[in-house]
């Protein structure tokens, strides 16, 4: 893991479930090169973590913040983190 990695742990909250948006974030963590996770919870928000160069998990964080077509997204919690280490993104 480089020193420059970071983590960063989202909680999108809005509607963001049954709009494909865990899918078009993985996708877009995927182009941007960021490894992790994203997955539904169960009080209908949608929680990611990111890990990357500052930049590219920025993006990432800037991405959810939008979301996909059909989602409206009205609140996003971001807490950075110590790094781990994540593997290729995934769908949880």
């Given at each position: 893991?480089?020193?420059?990695?970071?983590?960063?742990?989202?909680?999108?909250?809005?509607?963001?479930?049954?709009?494909?948006?865990?899918?078009s974030?993985?996708?877009?963590?995927?182009?941007?090169?960021?490894?992790?996770?994203?997955?539904?919870r169960?009080?209908?928000?949608?929680?990611?973590?990111?890990?990357?160069?500052?930049?590219?998990?920025?993006?990432?964080?800037?991405?959810?913040?939008?979301?996909?077509?059909?989602?409206h997204?009205?609140?996003?919690?971001?807490?950075?983190?110590p790094?781990?280490?994540?593997?290729?993104?995934?769908?949880?």
């Open positions: 893991m480089a020193d420059d990695t970071v983590r960063a742990r989202a909680v999108v909250r809005g509607r963001v479930q049954g709009v494909w948006f865990r899918q974030t993985a996708e877009a963590a995927s182009r941007l090169g960021v490894r992790g996770w994203v997955r539904n169960p009080d209908g928000s949608v929680e990611a973590v990111f890990e990357g160069c500052r930049a590219s998990v920025e993006r990432a964080l800037e991405y959810v913040a939008v979301g996909p077509q059909r989602a997204v009205e609140h996003v919690e971001t807490v950075w983190e790094a781990t280490g994540e593997g290729p993104f995934t769908v949880r």
